[in-house]
């Protein structure tokens, strides 16, 4: 029984670790079914509605606020809460700044009624991977200030330009918050400052964050477990779309060519990068090529960066490039029941056997895939392979 | 010196300086010490020089108060007068207590600040070496950019100064600890103190007025705790206990706000009754209900009205700090937790309370968010860039049809002719560049570099490459220039450039070429420079066409 479902098969670490559970599944079998079929839906739904040429806000401020109060401490995510969030999070900061590539992060935690700031908003993902591994060993303690979060996000997210998207994300595990004054004015301040406000809940559902997510535009979620916890996390990698009141504007970068250059060249000139040499450690090194900003001729490494010493934002065209596929989204498959394929039951990505009641057929190649490499090619591939395959071919 | 035309607050006899007797006199500016016998000061600091007051740990024969000035250096002070000697310290260190916080003066506050950032990092205080030391740029714009920082920090510092909600469990979350021998350890901290102080306005009367003449700090709480007013089982006891004022002011909060009543009639339990019609459908004198009220007097209703009192404190202190809502639809909000003065349920607030209770907006249908759509002309060059215009060759179809034919037939009929391809030279070079250590292959030497130049070379070049960063960054923020400050400003950095090129760059390049290093360290940070040069150039010509 645990096979049928796929949600169920990707966890059987889960199923030695919770042995319970099975058991509950014996008794009332269908109330884990239901949820499992509810989420299952969520996800199809999500694919279908993709939002395919609209506007999105590329150029993200995005501020993450993790809760480290006391209910942090409980052991229902190994080996407690706070742990599995900041490894979550560092997997989301990897893939945050690979996806979204002129965007930007900081972190925020709140304890004990009051904020404070981890890291600083910054393009550069090391920082934050840093700070989130030294973070583990924080005392959870005290009540977590939603008031305080939120008003150290926005006073830094004021002043950022109109046409980038302001953005904040909040993970809550606990369910009371300490104030000191009314939060119903600070949302209005939010909407007013055109920031969105997500929430993830580790809990249980709490009236403030569904006010708050509502009157903002953002998304409210409570996890279930942990593999749930991971992916209402990579929802919010995803650019969202502008609300139709933000601001365009043109936005100066430079693209600097990557230079390669040797000893025995005439005008060998070794360089430091500036970017290490503001760091204090001790990996500067001189290097003969990198990439020089067009308007400065300073050095740097590694690219997106934005120019210590004039302030241009240096990237390189597949940066860029890599945003397409939000914007040019893979068209949704079809779904069909297995019982109408005619030829063998083989899904054309994976070469496994279908066994699933339902299959997905490209509607440009026909091409049949099973339910996991529907998900895999609309989350991560963002091609077809059908399609890819069948253009090469004479 | 002696003149004591000062206001002397404090004078203490027999107190050694260096192991000489002496008197120590506080006064209202500054604190002296003069020698036993001698009518002149031969020490003296003003409050404002002090940077912090050390005393001796209680269990020490010595009982000594240390002055540690903002220079750095210390003052120790040794109390010897046998019977005293602890009182006229704890004196002493009081008085300071109270007045140095008066004279601590933001200036110093700054410097000290600015020191800090120096000892923190090392980078830094090279750079302020490099730059400020040796008169390429002035202090003031050294420390310009810099304490917009300090500034901009200040708001993460004063992460202590965060408004700071109360927690409603503040009183619970005391938890007292057995201490072992029949008595109970309460850790108070910053934040419980003023939770209570906030939510209990009569006990921090109470305590400004007993701290720190009747009762010391520690004395206090440890009565507050004993006292019943804490405990649950609120007996007075009489009218020796501190707190028994407070209980009583309490109690007449508590009444009154029963009095007052509830306003909003969706949660005013007295008045929900069942309307029925009585026998005669309504004919019939309906009785009034008699709710009784006999209030019993037990333990269980004093536990409850304690609760009720504490939420409505703790509610009212919170609105209290804030300015008073606007909220119409606010419930509590009242400056003084023992009055409800502001619900007046008007009807339309009424109407939208009962629409909120009927309808749950879960089971609605969910509105997506509008989106904006996407207006791009020629999506498809998205995919694959942009495509340079050619010259065609072809002027008809058929020409296309043809040449795609007779391409198609060509390499339908390919034969390689492998002994034509390259000749046997040009091969052979092109194998010896592609082999290890030819000159194609250099991306594996890079590492070399780094053993070539020795480190304390590589240093300074670190030196001179944070330094230049620093300035080119003031030049570069200058641009564009549209204001007459601006334009000075990028004036004076062209120069300070020139200046650093001429002091620190034309040494080092001298140095290094003493010493036979025959690659170019130099020649980014020239290039750098050289930018910025031309940068100015081109600014100021178009200048002077636009004056001209």
Redesign the interface.
Same mark, same amino acid.
């Given at each position: 029984m645990m096979d049928e479902e796929p949600e169920r098969a990707k966890r059987w670490e889960g199923g030695y670790e919770r042995t319970w559970e099975v058991l509950k599944e014996d008794e009332s079998g269908s109330l884990k079914a239901t949820v499992e079929e509810i989420l299952f839906q969520s996800k199809r739904k999500r694919v279908i509605e993709n939002y395919g040429k609209v506007r999105l806000g590329m150029m993200r401020h995005l501020y993450v606020v993790v809760d480290c109060s006391r209910s942090m401490d409980d052991h229902d995510l190994k080996p407690n809460r706070l742990t599995s969030t900041l490894k979550l999070m560092e997997a989301f900061v990897e893939e945050y700044f690979d996806q979204n590539p002129i965007s930007q992060l900081g972190i925020i935690t709140t304890k004990n009624k009051r904020a404070e700031k981890l890291t600083d908003l910054a393009g550069n993902p090391k920082k934050h991977t840093a700070a989130l591994k030294k973070a583990v060993d924080t005392v959870c303690v005290g009540e977590p200030s939603l008031y305080n979060s939120l008003n150290l996000s926005i006073q830094t997210l004021k002043h950022m330009p109109g046409h980038t998207s302001r953005e904040i994300l909040i993970i809550l595990s606990s369910l009371t918050t300490c104030d000191p004054a009314n939060i119903c004015e600070l949302i209005k301040t939010l909407k007013s400052l055109k920031v969105r406000v997500s929430v993830i809940g580790l809990s249980a559902e709490v009236r403030v964050c569904t006010v708050l997510t509502r009157e903002t535009g953002g998304s409210y979620h409570v996890i279930l477990d942990e593999s749930h916890f991971k992916e209402l996390l990579m929802l919010h990698v995803r650019p969202p779309p502008v609300s139709s009141s933000s601001e365009c504007s043109l936005i100066r970068m430079g693209f600097p060519q990557h230079i390669i250059a040797s000893l025995t060249d005439q005008d060998a000139k070794p360089s430091f990068s500036m970017s290490q040499l503001d760091s204090n450690s001790s990996e500067a090194a001189l290097t003969l090529g990198g990439y020089f900003c067009p308007q400065c001729h300073t050095k740097y490494t590694e690219l997106p960066v934005e120019c210590k010493v004039c302030g241009l934002t240096l990237v390189s065209a597949p940066h860029l490039a890599r945003s397409f596929h939000h914007l040019f989204p893979l068209q949704a498959f079809t779904e069909s029941p297995t019982e109408e394929l005619q030829e063998d039951r083989f899904c054309q990505a994976c070469q496994g056997e279908l066994k699933d009641k339902s299959i997905f057929s490209c509607p440009s190649c026909g091409s049949a895939f099973c339910v996991e490499c529907d998900f895999f090619i609309h989350d991560s591939l963002h091609c077809c392979p059908g399609c890819i395959h069948s253009q090469t071919a004479p | 010196m002696a003149s004591l035309s000062e206001e002397v607050l404090l004078v203490v006899k027999k107190v050694r300086q260096r192991k000489q007797d002496g008197t120590l006199y506080l006064m209202a500016e500054r604190i002296a010490w003069g020698p036993e016998g001698k009518d002149r000061f031969s020490v003296s600091h003003l409050y404002a020089d002090i940077r912090c007051q050390k005393i001796s740990p209680d269990g020490k024969a010595k009982i000594q108060l240390q002055l540690v000035l903002h220079t750095g250096e210390s003052t120790t002070f040794h109390f010897s007068n046998e019977s005293s000697a602890l009182k006229d310290r704890d004196a002493a260190k009081e008085l300071l207590q109270q007045l140095l916080p008066k004279f601590k003066k933001k200036a110093n506050k700054e410097l000290e600040e600015k020191n800090r950032m120096l000892q923190e990092? %090392? *980078?830094l205080f090279q750079l302020y070496k490099d730059l400020v030391v040796s008169q390429v740029i002035s202090a003031d714009e050294f420390w310009a950019n810099r304490l917009g920082d300090i500034n901009s920090a200040d708001? $993460?510092v004063s992460?202590n100064k965060?408004?700071?909600?109360?927690?409603g469990a503040f009183l619970a979350d005391i938890r007292p600890q057995t201490d072992g021998c029949n008595g109970l350890r309460y850790n108070l901290t910053a934040?419980i103190i003023e939770s209570i102080f906030r939510t209990y306005p009569a006990v921090k009367q109470k305590y400004s007025e007993n701290v720190p003449h009747n009762l010391t700090e520690k004395e206090f709480w440890t009565r507050f705790f004993q006292s019943h007013y804490f405990h649950r089982d609120r007996i007075n006891t009489g009218t020796q206990d501190i707190f028994s004022e407070c209980a009583k002011q309490d109690e007449k909060g508590l009444k009154s706000m029963v009095v007052q009543g509830v306003k909003n009639p969706l949660v005013d339990l007295l008045s929900l009754e069942d309307k029925t019609l009585d026998e005669g459908y309504g004919v019939g004198t309906t009785l009034p209900s008699t709710s009784n009220r006999t209030v019993k007097d037990s333990s269980n209703s004093a536990i409850i009205k304690r609760f009720n009192h504490h939420s409505a404190m703790v509610l009212a202190a919170?609105?209290r +700090?804030?300015e008073a %809502?606007a909220?119409q639809a606010?419930e509590t909000s009242s400056t003084d937790g023992n009055s409800r003065d502001s619900d007046f349920f008007q009807p339309p607030v009424k109407k939208v309370k009962l629409q909120e209770a009927i309808e749950y907006?879960d089971l609605q249908r969910e509105n997506r968010? +509008?989106? =904006? $759509? /996407?207006n791009?002309k020629k999506?498809d060059r998205?995919a694959h860039g942009p495509v340079p215009l050619q010259s065609q060759h072809y002027s008809t179809s058929q020409d296309i049809i043809n040449s795609v034919s007779y391409i198609q037939h060509e390499m339908a009929n390919y034969k390689p002719n492998l002994t034509q391809v390259l000749s046997s030279t040009a091969a052979s070079s092109a194998i010896s560049a592609l082999s290890p250590g030819g *000159?194609l292959m250099?991306?594996a030497?890079?590492q $070399?570099?780094?053993q070539m =130049?020795p480190t304390d070379i590589?240093g300074e /070049? +670190?030196h001179l490459? =944070?330094a230049a &960063?620093e300035l080119?960054?003031h030049f570069?923020?200058c641009f564009p220039v549209n204001t007459p400050f601006l334009e000075e400003k990028v004036i004076k950095m062209k120069s300070n450039l020139e200046r650093f090129q001429m002091t620190k760059l034309r040494p080092f390049q001298e140095k290094i070429q003493r010493q036979y290093l025959s690659?170019?360290?130099t &020649?980014?940070?020239e290039?750098?420079l050289q930018? $910025?040069y031309s940068k100015f150039h081109v600014w100021q010509t178009r200048r002077m066409m636009r004056k001209t």
């Open positions: - | 990092d %090392p *980078v708001s $993460a992460n965060q408004e700071v909600g109360i927690s934040d919170g609105s +700090k804030g %809502p909220d606010s907006e968010p +509008k989106t =904006v $759509a /996407l791009l999506s998205y *000159v250099q991306a030497t890079q $070399a570099i780094n =130049v590589q /070049l +670190k490459y =944070v &960063g080119l960054r570069w923020s690659t170019n360290l &020649g980014h940070l290039e750098m930018t $910025a």
